[in-house]
């Protein structure tokens, strides 16, 4: 019966396979005139955060210059979580949606990345190095580039920008000699300064990334960090952590009894005089703050001795993207040198490009040096050292377990 019942399933299974339309083949950027011509008139769904004004703009106008110099056309379909574009792309492959998907471009990176690679959500092979502009990535010496999350990237997500954690403080009120140098200098700080620090609440992708910092800095064997979590041990794995945190939260604003919003929630009480010091994923966060009049100007930033947690964030094309060459086109467009050298403007967003300064041209090259990265902007010698990201397993584990232990807070 069982041996019936297989060959059954077996035949219904091939019966299926022959039914199903053949999928067309995915275009391939290293014929890249042919992705040109098949991009033209195609509409790209490029789904993204939609939550930062300067960054709607940015991508407004890379669709302006898509529109104007390939025919294609961009259309921002703006996320406020990236895993909704992800959910959606799932659920068209259980419905066996495996051509002309909502989805064509993705911004993404860690957890979101390593879901949709372990279900087969994105289209393969290796077309990421494909890219004209990949020549120009700094693949070389950025490990984050190649690796997301300590993820292998595969050649299925195409770099965009950087990330460094930095942190923030007000020169009038905390002195350059007095800022903390590591996690455990904050923590002192800290309790000298009590009601002067805070974090957002995770799951906040800032709070998050606080948590990863110290979770980074305090545990015992760093090198569980590039797996997936062992549930046997993280009870003791993240015992340095939670320790770290008890002893922090009677120190924070507000007694630990509630927590800053998010990023610009933390940036306003530094303008207000609330906290002296905070933090952001962008280095030129705080120029940024300052020009837009949201900050003083003596504001600057600082990382850690021993490094903070670096990374980089990338686009992606799901398998059943219909606007695959026009994604192509667009991801491509995002490494030119051009549009790179305007994202790291501070004026416009001031993110981190993901290029080699030595492999550019003199004209793209003077283009870069030209920028005023700002007053509060550190020089990239001066970031310190970059802190591998946890595996995306360990982020869900310290969220959880963090709202077990503090949750009631609000």
Known sequence: M????????????????????????DPDPRNWDAVLEEARGQTVYFNAWGGSENINSYIDWAGSAL??????????????????????????????????????LI??????????????????????????????VDHENKPTILTDFTIPTDGLESPWGGAKLVFFHDTARTPADNVPQSSADLLKWAKANPGRFSYPQPPDFIGSSFLKQVLSEVIID??????????????????????????????????????????PDMKQKLADGELDIIFAFNPSEASAGIAAGELPDTVRSFTYAGGTLGNTHFVAIPYNAAAKAGALVLANFLISPEAQARKQDP????????????????????????????????????????????????????????????????
């Open 107 to 136: 911004w993404i990176n860690g957890e979101n990345f390593a879901s949709m690679k372990r279900q087969q959500l994105l289209m393969s092979p290796d077309w990421t190095t494909g890219l004209p502009n990949w020549a120009y």
């Open 347 to 410: 004026s416009i967003w001031g993110d981190p490009t993901v290029l080699s300064m030595d492999k550019l041209s003199d004209e793209d090259r003077a283009a870069f040096d030209a920028l005023d990265l700002g007053i509060a902007t550190l020089k990239p010698d001066e970031l310190g050292p970059a802190l591998d990201e946890p595996h995306p397993d360990w982020m869900e584990h310290i969220e959880g377990e963090w709202v077990r232990r503090y949750g009631a807070a609000n």
């Open 222 to 263: 760093k090198s569980k960090l590039s797996q997936p979590v062992d549930d046997a041990s993280f009870a003791e794995d993240v015992a340095p952590l939670f320790a770290y945190l008890d002893q922090l939260h009677p120190n924070l604003w507000r007694g630990g009894k509630a927590y800053p919003q998010n990023y």
């Open 2 to 25: 069982i041996k019936i019942s297989t060959l059954f399933a077996g035949a219904l299974t091939a019966a299926l396979a022959l039914s199903q339309p053949a999928r067309s083949a």
């Open 67 to 104: 529109k104007e110099r390939y025919g294609v056309n961009v259309v921002h379909v703006k996320l406020d979580d990236t895993a909704n574009a992800v959910a959606k792309v799932l659920a068209e492959k259980a419905a066996g949606k495996n051509e002309g998907g909502s989805v064509d």
